[in-house]
């Protein structure tokens, strides 16, 4: 059984950089598309970016010129980071897979529990 | 502001069915079979339950149905049950290896 698990610090300051990482287990990598999806506080989803095993990446537009994924397979994680925070990125950040279809055609089949991360001084 | 427009509250009675809609546009919804429907319950992930507009993963029940005319996507809850009251997001390819997700429905079951 495939699980992800997301870690890093609950609270930034504001215009720093939010790094989170998400440890993948039961399961290899390779082969697959790794997302990160955001949900503000009682509000919508959010897609942030992908990225694939290989290192090839795609991010959302409104977030480009902040975001930086990367991944290490051989230990089997990937990463977020997003520098010149404000308030308006706190959120529950969930890492998710998705198989290798075009169009993100079949959803996020399996998703870490979230954590959130806060945008404050 | 969501790229997909879904209204934020639904409801139905114990059996009944409820359709919540997924409207996009000629850039999205309407240009790829790629809508998704996701079940959130308060305090965990989402779950897909529908994808490539109409199709259910192995473990949802056939009371989840998913379809699409047009612009617009739908989600079909038929026999609704008390575990069904969750939040319910539609997802869609919206090219340039973009993904929009609508705003999310509320459904409660009376």
């Known amino acids: 059984q495939v699980q992800l698990q997301e870690s890093g610090p609950g609270l930034v300051k504001p215009s720093e950089t939010l790094s989170l990482t998400c440890t993948v287990s039961g399961g290899s990598m390779t082969g697959y598309f790794w997302s990160w999806i955001r949900q503000p506080p009682g509000k919508g989803l959010e897609w942030v970016g992908y990225i694939l095993y290989t290192g090839f990446s795609r991010y959302n537009p409104s977030l480009k010129s902040r975001l930086t994924l990367t991944v290490d397979t051989s230990r089997n994680y990937f990463s977020l980071r997003l520098n010149s925070v404000t308030a308006a990125d706190t959120a529950i950040y969930y890492c998710a897979r998705h198989p290798p279809v075009p169009e993100f055609r079949q959803g996020f089949d399996y998703w870490g529990q979230g954590t959130l991360a806060t945008v404050s001084s | 502001q969501s790229a997909l427009t879904q209204p934020p509250s639904a409801s139905g009675s114990p059996g009944q069915s409820v359709t919540i809609s997924c409207a996009g546009s000629?850039?999205?919804?309407?240009?790829?079979?790629?809508v998704c429907w996701y079940q959130q319950h308060p305090g965990r992930a989402p779950k897909v339950i529908i994808y490539e507009v109409s199709k259910r993963p192995s473990g949802v029940p056939d009371r989840f149905s998913g379809s699409k005319s047009g612009n617009t996507a739908s989600l079909t809850v038929s026999g609704l049950q008390a575990d069904d009251e969750a939040d319910y997001y539609c997802s869609s390819y919206a090219g340039s290896d973009n993904l929009a997700f609508g705003g999310g429905t509320k459904l409660t079951v009376l």
């Open positions: 000629s850039s999205d919804v309407g240009a790829y079979n790629s």
